[in-house]
Each structure stands twice: as structure tokens, then as C-alpha cells.
């Protein structure tokens, strides 16, 4: 039975999101990160974790992908990492060791999200079941995103028992609700928090871009090319629509600009400094 509890009327804290970044994939083609846009662009896609505080403990969202060399060799992907932007020495320098982290959402178990939850010695995963069994027995076509190519070991496997799976929208902590967004993958899901500026979302894979939010000039939001079902996708998206929130990307260089998300003051919307995808590079 699951500790945390169905999503109910979210109560407005003194919750921050910190985004940290933790490597960045350079040569991304555009294309694959904005559905039926960018036909020959190429990016730099920032790998993100997000760190939510001023509750009782810290809760971290997404650990981020493997080193440069695994990334390369099982996703084709050419990563950058300093040393200072190892996922350990990041959240040192945020003040934290990974044993001080009880809890770490996964907003899905694709490679570039998970890869170092074995650092996390004392938490708990917080997964969508649907998530959890897709990533058991993927489709051939997608057996790689969730590191069940040749050689390889999906990271979650190393933590499976201390997997808390949930089912739907489901608050884990005050202030913090998992919000269910099935389609970039079965189990996608975003994560909500109610900070003294309003509520934010961290949006997952559902949207990699600011580009992808903000759409195009009728208003119509974007998906990225890498989806398991657009009707949810689409379905997802009407979702966020009617959470009135402020949607932080997943993927986006863009997000590393405001250092905290959830000051009392708004921060301005990084997006609105570029007039490109908000991923141009």
C-alpha cells in the first residue's frame, strides 16, 4: 500500500525549485525535441535534475543521465560533464550529500532520467505503476531508451526495492503532488509544487522545450517527437492547461538562467529572452 495519498486541494507553502544541471547533449536535432519543426537545426539539450526545498527535507526530481563515455556508447548522444557538474558534486555544491535525499521522483524511467539512482542510498522512487511495467517489458522500438539495449542494466533495477509505486495524481509531501501525463511514455508524470509565487510544474518529458509550451503562433502546444501515444500526449497537455501553472521543460539550457524557481516575486519566463525554440544554441 502506497504511504503517500490521492492528490486533494494543494495547499500554497514556501516551497523552491532549484534546477540543476548536470551535463549537456550537444548536437540534438531539433527535430526530435519539437514535433514537425526544425528539419536540419541542430541543439544543446540541458540534462536537468530539480531540487525541491523548504519542506521538512529535500526531494529531488530526475537523476540525470550516465557519464559521457556509456551515454555515447548505449545512446549515440555525445554528453558533456564537467567534473563540477557530476551529479554528486552538484548537489554538493546545493549543500547536500546523496544521503540526505529521502525521496526522488522519477518522471519516467527512460536513461537520461534515472541513471543515478543508485546514488541515493537512503531514498524512496516514486514511479506511476504503468511506468514501472512498461519499463519491464518495453517494445523492441523502445528497449534502448529504457537501457535494455545490448550490455546494458536499466539503473532502476539497482534500487527496485525501494520503488513506491503510485497510480494517477498523488501528493507525496505538502505542497508536492505527482501529476500523471501518460504519453511520452506510458507512465510519464510531472511533478507539482505550490511555492509562495504559485504553482509550478515540472513538467518531464511532456514538454523538453519551452518551445514545446509555447507552440505556435495559434496557441497550440508542440510535442516532442518521442512519444508513446500523442492522444495522450494531447490529452496531457489540456491537463497542465487547467493546472494554471508556470511548466518548467525537462531539457530546455534556457531553465538554467533562473537559479530558484518560486520566489514570491514570479520570475520572468526565461523563454521570453530568446525569440528561438528556447533550446537554439
Not at 546514488?119 to 522500438?141: G, H, I, K
Not at 538554467?256 to 525554440?277: I, N, Q, W, Y
Amino acid at each position: 500500500m502506497s504511504p503517500f495519498e490521492e492528490a486533494g486541494s494543494p495547499a500554497s507553502t514556501g516551497l523552491t525549485i532549484r534546477p540543476l544541471g548536470v551535463g549537456t547533449a550537444t548536437g540534438v536535432p531539433l527535430a526530435s525535441l519539437v514535433y514537425g519543426r526544425g528539419w536540419g537545426e541542430f541543439v544543446d539539450a540541458a540534462m536537468l535534475m530539480f531540487l525541491i526545498e523548504g519542506g521538512p527535507a529535500p526531494i529531488l526530481v530526475d537523476t540525470g543521465t550516465p557519464g559521457p563515455e556509456l551515454t555515447a556508447r548505449h545512446h549515440r548522444v555525445q554528453l558533456e560533464r564537467a567534473a563540477d557538474a557530476e551529479p554528486r558534486a552538484v548537489l554538493a555544491a546545493a549543500g547536500y550529500d546523496p544521503a540526505d535525499i529521502p525521496i526522488v521522483v522519477n518522471t519516467h524511467l527512460h536513461w537520461d532520467h534515472c541513471a543515478n539512482n543508485g546514488l541515493f542510498s537512503r531514498a524512496t522512487f516514486v514511479v506511476q505503476e504503468r511506468e514501472l511495467a512498461y519499463a519491464s517489458d518495453p517494445l523492441p522500438l523502445h528497449r534502448r531508451s529504457y537501457d535494455r539495449g545490448p550490455g546494458s542494466t536499466p539503473p532502476w533495477m539497482a534500487v527496485h526495492a525501494r520503488i513506491e509505486t503510485v497510480s494517477g495524481d498523488c501528493r507525496i509531501a505538502e505542497g508536492v503532488t505527482v501529476i500523471s501525463l501518460p504519453g511520452h511514455t506510458p507512465g510519464s508524470q510531472g511533478v507539482l509544487v505550490e511555492t509562495a509565487a504559485g504553482p509550478y510544474l515540472i513538467a518531464g518529458d511532456t514538454v523538453d522545450l519551452y518551445a514545446n509550451w509555447h507552440g505556435t503562433s495559434t496557441g497550440d502546444h508542440l510535442p516532442s517527437s518521442v512519444f508513446f501515444s500523442m492522444l495522450d500526449v494531447h490529452e496531457s497537455f489540456e491537463k497542465i492547461d487547467a493546472l494554471d501553472c508556470t511548466v518548467i521543460p525537462s531539457h530546455d539550457p534556457l531553465v538554467l538562467r533562473t537559479e530558484v524557481f518560486g520566489h514570491r516575486e514570479p520570475e520572468a519566463d526565461p523563454a521570453t529572452a530568446s525569440p528561438g525554440t528556447g533550446g537554439e544554441r
